[in-house]
């Protein structure tokens, strides 16, 4: 049996482990003394492996390239040099006919690596010119980014997650780290047991809630109002650091002109809480010694007021203090894997990797000479966000989408309009390692290796690189994503070469100051290598903005408060409960990886679930565990009734794992202006009880068959080689193949 040593592909935690190969088959995993795992692991690190085998329990991996001559046309499966050639003449006919921002990419925050990542990047501005980049954290941390950027000049974890045991004092957010980062969620139970406080402000009484000193179960939708109103105690309750506000920031007479109009008692019907409560919670963090932090997730950043709620976390551990000593601050824990790292490599419309601007001259006039080129190449405007993408397609502006390891047609809101987007979008390009409900519907489907079949570098949410090796050589024809770019950037008249992971890892850190002592070597002897971490040293800041220092340009923290606005759909008669999307333990995101493999596919499957609280359950006549319809104004899908007094009254959850309990089909496509994050967390939705279960679940099944086989028959296209005849029932098919 072989070892290889990996870092988990899940979520941000970065956990290390080593996946056990046998005959080129992974057969198990082994927890490694990981820095933020030490030796455990969660469910899916523990069972998340057999995907690369090709199970094919939910869908088939793709192994060969393959085509449509054009759009309606099936699948066929071609040659690598016909593949690329395809694609390059396509794209380089779109730019010359519509300019180069007629095209958009992805980067991905999943398997492929910030290698991978940093030269899909550079492909998008080198080769065709626009900035038109994104990646999901579009639709998850972007508003902490663009949040924090304003407020303390980084968009990043102040701490680390080691360091989370170590508080006086953790403030849970929305964010529920049992479900969505388990070893995150064992620090903070360390913490507890070490003598800090636990507050979490959640509508859902979430299993961190059961910890908890303080619990307070706000309203959906009020993060801005109760945020102000915790500010305002901290104001008026004399916890405020009068040196730190003094020294260390900026704004503070605005900002406390604006939570003025928010003391507890005044805004409790829009939050939900007692008063005296908040002015506990507020207490309680404020005087929390040593330090105290402040985490939060999806909760606060998928609202219309995402931004505006992460500025006013920040500018609350500012002004009381916590923050710029160790084991303090904020911290926005990042969902993926690797999506600190498809930011740090500027898979971002307005930022280079290492988050230098792009409409900054001396930033541009650096890229450009390390990449051989005119500085005019180099597009001066930031360029369109994944969630402009459907008004774009729309209004004609954008030809071309090349999707790098994301499933938008699972996990972008309003997945209907999404669907259509993607089918009437020129030319759609997809680069993924199974066929999902996206590659189905794309131009060209480019096959890659798999985490577990390629090297390098992911960056866990406490801004940690770490080092991944490969397992198994790869199947069938995939390549590698970086060097499918590289292959294509050529073929489109910009010349890259690579010999592997580390050479381009070298040249990325080379170009950003905060990265560059974070080589290989340094890496493979340290373990990890935590940015900023400067050329020559060997140990990076496990704490950012020691002493007040922050990264803006005066070095002063910026504070921000904003007035409250609602939700934009509000429940009303004909949809009276409010829909919240969040997470399954034990699958994750589109669930083309967790859906593969054996143990987790067994835990959990289709429809997913509807969490209610039992009166709503009641006053509909549905049971714990019926099928149910659940429906809005975008669509209606089925759903398992999962009934629990720990949900709030008046608010449904569903988990976004699902295909034919897609959530997505009910959500909509709105989104906070200042990150173009969606509003995923809420909605207005009804419910409805089915009388005929048989009927019921013989549905769902039905549908499920019938999607997947979809897939399946998409992907039996790859089986017909180039050149030999296909055998399917499809006369217009076979006509085309021969
Ligand atoms: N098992 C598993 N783990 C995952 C993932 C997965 O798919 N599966 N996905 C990963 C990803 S991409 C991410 S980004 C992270 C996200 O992890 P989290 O940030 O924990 O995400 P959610 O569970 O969606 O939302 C967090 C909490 O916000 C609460 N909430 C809802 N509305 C409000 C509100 O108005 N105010 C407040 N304060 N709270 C509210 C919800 O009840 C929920 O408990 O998880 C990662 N981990
Ligand atoms: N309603 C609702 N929707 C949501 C959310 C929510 O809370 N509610 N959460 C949002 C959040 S926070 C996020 S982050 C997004 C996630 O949205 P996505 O990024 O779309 O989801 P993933 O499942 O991570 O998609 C990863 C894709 O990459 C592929 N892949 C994996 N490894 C590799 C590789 O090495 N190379 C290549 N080429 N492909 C690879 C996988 O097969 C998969 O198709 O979903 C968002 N959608
Ligand atoms: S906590 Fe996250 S990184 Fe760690 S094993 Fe679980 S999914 Fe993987
Ligand atoms: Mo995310």
Redesign the pocket.
Known sequence: MEKHQVICP???AGCKYNLLVENNQVIGTEPLNGLTNQGELCL?GMSGYDFINDTKILTPRILYPMIRRHKGAEFERVSWDEALDFTAKKMLQIIEESGPDAIMTTGSSRGGGNEANYVMQKFTRACIGTNNIDN?ART??GPSIVGLMDVLGSGCMSCSIDGLEDAGCIFL?????A???PIVARRIVRAKEKGAKIIV????R?ETARIADIYLQ?N????VAFLNSFAYCLIHDGLIDERFIAEHTTGFEEFAQVVEGYAPEKVAHITGVDPEMVHKAARMYATAEPSAIVGW????T??KQGVKAVRTLASIACISGQIGKPNSGVAPV???NN?QGSCDMGMWPSLYPGYQKVDDPAVREKFAKAWGLPVEKLNPNPGAKLTDLVHLVKEGKLRCFYNYGEDPAQTEPDAQEMIETLKNVEFFVCQDIFMTQTTMLADVLLPATSWGEHEGVFTASDRNFQHFTAALPPKGECRHDWEIFADLSTRMGYPMHYENTREIWHECISLVDNFAGATYETMEEQGQAQWPIREGESVGKRDMYAGGVFTTADHKAHLHADEFVEPTELPDEEYPLVL??????????CRSMTGNCRALAALADEPGHVQMHPDDAAARGIKHGQIVRVFSRRGSVYSRAEVSPRINKGTV?MTY?WWIGKCNALTMHVTDPMSGTPED??SACQLEALPDQVWAENEVQRQYTELKQELVNNADRQDVAPGAVAVFDDPAHVDQIV
């Not at 959906?220 to 993060?223: S, V």
């Not at 997730?297 to 606060?300: D, F, H, K, Y």
């Open positions: 899940y979520c941000g899916k999901c998850c941390h957010f929305g964010y529920n780290p479900v969505s980062h402000a959640d509508p859902r979430i706000i959906n939708g009020c993060n997730g999806m909760g606060v998928q609202q990042r969902g993926q999506v919240c999307t969040v997470r399954e333990v034990g699958h994750y995101s959850y794992q967390k809420f």
